[in-house]
């Protein structure tokens, strides 16, 4: 027999009583996690909730009460209406912001739901949020911060002394030419500055100078011997001296003469034409030795001046020794045999005779040699030309010995040498 007795209104009943079935009970039991926010919470999460429900718990009225009570206090102040409307403007702000925060309080405090509680999950917390950082790239000299290993290290080491000390081809191979075109050089000028008119003149008219025995004289032979220097320097053809005639109407000069003179003028253009050229080089090894490498053609000079007083003592010594026998060989070393041998009475033998060709080479070997030893002078590596400070004498102590001080120099290439105390003093590369 089933009872159908409604139960009273104020009584509980019975099936849903945890007394009366203790089965019900959240609190005895305690293997089931699902039930675990319906068990008493700890005094200091209570008081947790507690606080963090407070706000929420301490508005007794609702947001529409709050909102009538609020308009219904700005009607009734009628002395200062807009002050009292700022007022109530400002209140009602103040609780919509109020009551925004309570909500959002409330939704993140909120129970969740059995899924999540079974999972031992309480409250679902807010997430803080954090701007997204923006995107950089990395330095350029971020790599530079990574020390390389230790053998990486010496290799570059290694390798940045040796380019150190590594000197460059370039202006060692400029200084070399320049000190072999430099004798040259001027030995090309020196036999220019000899065929000239002014050098006939002086030879002409010096006392001393042997006479013509055919009827030469010192006008007659700087008029035609005039003639015969121009052709050395001149574009013109055998013809210039081919047609030239004496007094007597004769040709000055016979075909072999004029042979000859063709020959010598062929010679004395092409040292002429080399000796341009040289120049020319050298002034473009001046120029890049003074822009490139200090001190470059000083050197270049010095060793060319070595070079020449060298070559010019040499020949000198050949030409003092056997005048005849050097002439003969230099002319077998530039024509053909038998083309410049003439007689006597021969023109060339009459305006330059044995004598004009030894006063040539002497003006030639003076002003070679003069010139080389100006140049030596002037290019002697002092110290001051160096860039070297100048040495101090160290003072004598008692023992009659100077000190060190002042004693350290520097070589050409600027480091510093060992100071003369004995002492080795490090050198920062």
Aim: without cysteine; proline residues 8%; aromatic residues 8%.
């Amino acid at each position: 027999m089933k009872d159908n007795t409604p139960t009273p209104s104020g009584r509980l009943d019975p099936r849903l009583d945890p007394a009366a079935n203790p089965a019900l009970d959240p609190a005895e039991d305690t293997d089931e996690p699902a039930f675990d926010w319906m068990k008493p919470a700890p005094a200091a999460r209570a008081a947790e909730e507690e606080g963090a429900a407070g706000p929420a718990a301490s508005q007794p009225e609702s947001r529409a009460d709050r909102k009538a009570a609020e308009a219904a206090a700005a009607e009734g102040a009628g002395s200062d209406p807009a002050p009292a409307g700022r007022d109530a403007a400002a209140g009602r702000d103040a609780a919509t912001d109020r009551d925004a925060a309570t909500d959002r309080t409330t939704k993140f405090r909120q129970p969740s739901p059995a899924g999540s509680s079974a999972m031992g999950t309480r409250f679902s917390e807010p997430k803080p949020f954090s701007e997204p950082r923006p995107f950089s790239e990395p330095l350029p000299t971020s790599a530079l911060q990574v020390r390389p290993p230790q053998e990486e290290v010496e290799r570059r080491n290694a390798e940045r002394e040796q380019a150190a000390r590594a000197k460059p081809v370039l202006p060692r191979f400029l200084q070399v030419l320049l000190a072999i075109f430099y004798p040259v050089i001027l030995l090309v000028l020196a036999v220019r500055a000899v065929t000239s008119p002014l050098f006939l003149w002086v030879e002409y008219h010096r006392p001393g100078f042997p006479g013509d025995g055919y009827g030469f004289n010192a006008d007659d032979r700087m008029t035609y011997g005039s003639y015969a220097v121009d052709y050395l320097s001149n574009w013109s053809g055998p013809r210039y001296l081919g047609e030239l005639v004496n007094r007597s109407g004769e040709k000055l000069f016979k075909d072999g003469e004029v042979s000859h003179m063709a020959d010598v003028k062929l010679v004395f253009l092409s040292a002429f034409g080399g000796g341009a050229l040289l120049i020319l080089i050298s002034i473009i090894a001046i120029i890049h030795l003074r822009r490139r490498t200090p001190g470059g053609v000083r050197r270049g000079l010095f060793a060319g001046s070595i070079v020449t007083l060298v070559l010019i003592i040499g020949l000198g010594t050949l030409a003092a020794l056997g005048w005849q026998q050097f002439f003969t060989e230099f002319h077998r070393i530039f024509f053909a045999a038998g083309s410049w041998t003439f007689a006597l009475e021969d023109t060339l033998i009459r305006l330059f005779p044995g004598q004009f060709w030894i006063d040539a080479g002497l003006v030639i070997a003076a002003l070679v040699l003069i010139t080389a030893v100006v140049t030596l002078i002037l290019t002697w590596p002092t110290r001051r030309r160096r860039g070297l400070a100048p040495a101090r004498k160290g003072r004598k102590g008692a023992d009659g010995e100077g000190d060190a001080e002042g004693s350290d120099v520097k070589d050409d290439s600027g480091t510093d040498e060992a100071p003369r105390t004995g002492s080795v003093r490090p050198v920062n590369l």
